[in-house]
């Protein structure tokens, strides 16, 4: 196509199109490393860029601190050249496409922190220029692309839709799940104006199998936000549920698994020790926070969300109770927690009930130790644990605390050994005993 006669759009696409287009990811974490690979894979040359040098060094030597990214899958993307990390933001100059990947946690208040999402823009908008796409990924409040990065892209003089182009596309990966990756979980994208979402749905078009173009980005926010209060609810629900099964005798995982033969209709979620991870606790306060702006109170979210964070203290009394019921007091048992990670098969701690559970054993003078195949160490305030091997704590403990279901647990063999095992996964249900306290 002759330069003369091309509009910057029809450049860009036909880069993205021929795969030579130069692809940008900012924050290389849990998200956007997988983003990166795939991207690599399908031939495009990738520079990733993190704030972390220890990171960005890793990535580099081809070493990988994702679980889902194998370093095998890594290294010969490196030594061919189509994945390199830097910290260095001038790369954006070069760079065709940007996305941004970088984390959106909740303050304290529950006010969503919106400074890393700043900081990528501000740095992307120093470097900027025309000819350039851009796409945030991080989860956030609807209204976050056209209210914030917006204005900042813009005052840089150029025109969205025109000289640059700006979208939303919520990552819904599911760490630990073999079936649903990065590649195979369909994309939904929104752009500012159609001219953005058409270059969006391209480019995601040329590593992913299925793109599902949305109308603009605020919609395509709440379709996440929407995806993630659903299950914060429905887990909400089910808490709920186990707690009245509890209190009337009745085991809510028969109910459950009875009401899931049901063929249309109903959807099983499970109960638990608490919600964790970076997404489900906190994600749905981003659009309470945001729709209390408008006058509107989002109470299920709020409801689910004390619910959700009772869980702990449930399990804590649940312990309690299971000890006394063996005359020991839980002040001075030693009791061992097997798995911390927030989900089954994941390496990933964050917001994890099983440190609230840890804290609150602590609190009460507990002794506790715990096992966990992914996580080697972990740190609580002023506390430093080390991962014991799970068949011998199970067989010197008071009590058993099953918080993480890891799949490389040997259940028979903790069945056996533990005196008394307080189940909060149902993990032992192939294992009934009496030394078994279900949630
Ligand atoms: N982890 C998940 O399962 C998941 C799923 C869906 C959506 N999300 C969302 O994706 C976003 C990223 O999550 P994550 O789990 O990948 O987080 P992460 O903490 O694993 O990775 C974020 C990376 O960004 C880097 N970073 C921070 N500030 C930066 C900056 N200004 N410039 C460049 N790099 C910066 C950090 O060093 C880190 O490596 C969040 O909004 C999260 O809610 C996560």
């Not at 000819?131 to 409040?141: C, M, P, R």
């Amino acid at each position: 196509m002759p330069i003369a006669t091309a509009t910057v759009a029809e450049l860009l696409e036909e880069k993205i199109s021929r795969r030579t287009a130069r692809v940008g990811i900012i924050g290389l974490g849990y998200v956007g490393l997988p983003l990166a690979v795939e991207f690599a894979k399908a031939g495009f040359s990738v520079t990733g860029i993190d704030v972390q040098e220890s990171k960005v060094a890793k990535l580099n030597a081809g070493e990988s601190y994702v679980q889902q990214i194998p370093s095998d899958v890594l290294r010969p993307l490196v030594a061919a050249n189509k994945f390199r990390a830097t910290t260095d933001f001038s790369v954006v100059r070069e760079l065709d496409t940007i996305n941004i990947a970088v984390p959106t946690p909740l303050r304290k208040t529950k006010d969503p922190d919106m400074s890393y999402i700043v900081s990528a823009c501000q740095e992307i908008a120093q470097q900027f220029g025309p000819g350039k796409l851009v796409i945030l990924e991080s989860t956030t409040y609807p209204g976050t692309t056209d209210e914030l990065l917006l204005p900042m892209l813009e005052a840089t003089g150029l025109k969205v839709g025109q000289d640059f182009f700006l979208c939303f596309s919520p990552e819904r990966v599911d760490p630990g799940n073999p079936k649903y990756q990065t590649a195979n979980i369909p994309k939904v994208v929104g752009g500012i104006t159609p001219a953005c979402t058409r270059m969006g749905a391209l480019f995601y078009a040329q590593a992913l199998e299925q793109v599902v173009p949305v109308s603009s980005t605020r919609l395509a926010e709440m379709v996440k936000l929407l995806e993630n209060t659903f299950r914060m609810i429905n887990i909400g629900l089910v808490n709920e549920m186990a707690l009245m099964c509890d209190r009337i005798g009745i085991n809510v995982w028969e109910v459950i698994d009875a009401a899931a033969t049901k063929p249309f209709g109903f959807m099983p979620f499970y109960p638990g020790p608490g919600l964790g991870g970076h997404c489900i606790p906190i994600d749905p306060f981003y659009l309470s926070w945001k729709t209390k702006q408008a006058g509107i109170e989002a109470r299920f979210i709020e409801l689910a969300g004390y619910i959700n964070g009772q869980m702990p203290h449930f399990v804590l009394d649940k312990i309690q109770n299971a000890l006394n019921d063996q005359s020991k007091p839980l002040k001075g048992s030693h009791v061992h927690v097997l798995g911390v990670a927030y989900k089954r098969d994941v390496d990933d701690v964050r917001e994890s009930p099983a440190l609230d559970i840890i804290l609150l054993l602590e609190r009460r003078g507990a002794r506790v130790t715990y096992s966990d195949p992914f996580v080697p160490k972990i740190r609580l305030d002023s506390l430093e644990l080390t991962a014991q091997e799970p068949n011998a704590m199970a067989a010197q403990a008071d009590c058993v605390v099953v918080v993480t279901d890891h799949a490389g647990f040997d259940y028979a063999t903790i069945a056996q050994n533990a005196r008394l095992i307080v189940d909060t996964r149902n993990a032992m249900k192939n294992y009934p005993s009496a030394n078994v306290v279900r949630l």
